[in-house]
């Protein structure tokens, strides 16, 4: 199965000019966040019973006193039954569309399962887990708005498109750990769904922003200060956009202004909004391999690779690395987005993909 997956970071030492005001940016973002989960912490945050997330804890019932080799065995064991229950897509299962998942308002989700190793080696920290990853979405949304707070889903027409990734195993690990904190008695899933998992996955779509924002004003030419949307809540005292809107347009200069050797020297590029970095670019590991689930990961690679080209375009330098990668594997990536159940994703997709296709062509015709 061919497919675009990020290319494996190199020994080459890319030339770094990082934004002027990083740390400042950096404080902001870090006092924000810290305020978010402390106004969370403090109230009452509570899912509906019929969301996707409480009911896969509900069915796994994982017991506090179980040991955590067997909630990791257990988990694993249930995670294709409980994809093809709650419609998630799985190697053994085509999931379908939500609209009341994470991003709400609109958005039309699909969720896909994570199959990485847990090392249970290491120290957990469930506050900080990172179970529910967003992998690609069309949202600039830059917010402390807890997700249980936005607005009902709309069903037509919808917003925007996203896929997350779950870790069932790290979410199940996550609930044990939770359960078995003194100062959690007496509260349930929804409230661990709410405290931690959560309230991650917002801070990687906080992140995962910068790279919609750059595509939609390199390749789509979009305007960067419209873009950058923040929701008003009231225990945020600091506003992140002008500092947001600086950076943006600091790092499109930055890309146009010197040519890039590869698409991991865009990468470099994109530092951590915040001191403790959240999810860049998650590792599609195994799961690019299958191909009932490779069409997941790719997306946010071919947004990546539609941002080199189009700056090679208009610096008119050839983008080498990438040209025969897409001349051989965007064949098979269009017949294989043939099983996306879902008609509206797969044509999203498939129009992302002769997106990048056109520029690479238009990089083909460039000379030396």
Not at 120 to 144: C, E, G, N
Not at 152 to 160: L, R
Request: charged share 20%; aromatic share 12%; with cysteine.
């Amino acid at each position: 199965m061919l497919t675009l997956s990020l290319p494996k970071p190199g020994d080459f030492n890319y030339p770094s000019q990082r934004f002027g005001r990083l740390n400042d940016l950096r404080r902001h973002a870090d006092f924000n966040a810290k305020a978010f989960r402390d106004y969370v912490n403090m109230n009452a945050f509570n899912l509906e019973n019929q969301h996707l997330l409480v009911g896969l804890l509900q069915q796994l019932s994982i017991d506090p006193e179980w040991t955590l080799e067997y909630v990791v065995e257990y988990t694993r064991f249930r995670s294709n039954s409980l994809c093809t229950l709650f419609k998630i897509t799985s190697v053994h299962h085509v999931g379908a569309a939500t609209y009341e998942g994470f991003y709400r308002e609109g958005f039309r989700e699909h969720w896909v399962l994570l199959e990485k190793p847990f090392d249970m080696s290491k120290s957990f920290d469930a506050q900080y887990s990172q179970p529910i990853v967003p992998l690609y979405s069309t949202s600039t949304r830059h917010s402390y708005k807890h997700n249980v707070q936005r607005s009902a889903p709309v069903k037509t027409p919808p917003e925007g498109i996203a896929i997350i990734g779950l870790d069932l195993v790290e979410l199940a690990v996550g609930w044990w750990y939770y359960m078995q904190a003194p100062e959690n008695d007496g509260t349930g899933i929804s409230s661990y769904l709410c405290k931690a998992p959560l309230i991650n996955a917002q801070l990687i779509q906080n992140q995962l922003a910068i790279q919609n924002i750059l595509f939609n004003h390199i390749v789509c030419e979009e305007e960067i200060a419209p873009q950058v949307y923040s929701d008003n809540v009231t225990f945020i005292t600091s506003t992140e956009k002008p500092l947001l809107v600086e950076y943006c347009t600091f790092l499109a200069d930055r890309l146009r202004a010197h040519r890039m050797i590869d698409v991991n020297h865009i990468i470099h590029r994109f530092d951590s909004l915040y001191s403790r970095p959240y999810f860049n670019y998650y590792p599609s590991g195994r799961n690019a391999l299958f191909a009932q689930t490779c069409w997941a990961h790719e997306p946010q690679v071919l947004q990546l690779y539609a941002i080199y080209l189009k700056l090679a375009n208009d610096g008119n330098y050839r983008a080498g690395s990438i040209n025969s990668v897409i001349d051989r594997a965007w064949m098979g990536m269009s017949n294989n987005y043939g099983r996306v159940g879902d008609s509206y994703l797969k044509e999203r997709l498939r129009a992302l993909l002769t997106q990048v296709v056109g520029l690479n062509r238009e990089n083909l015709g460039i000379g030396g």
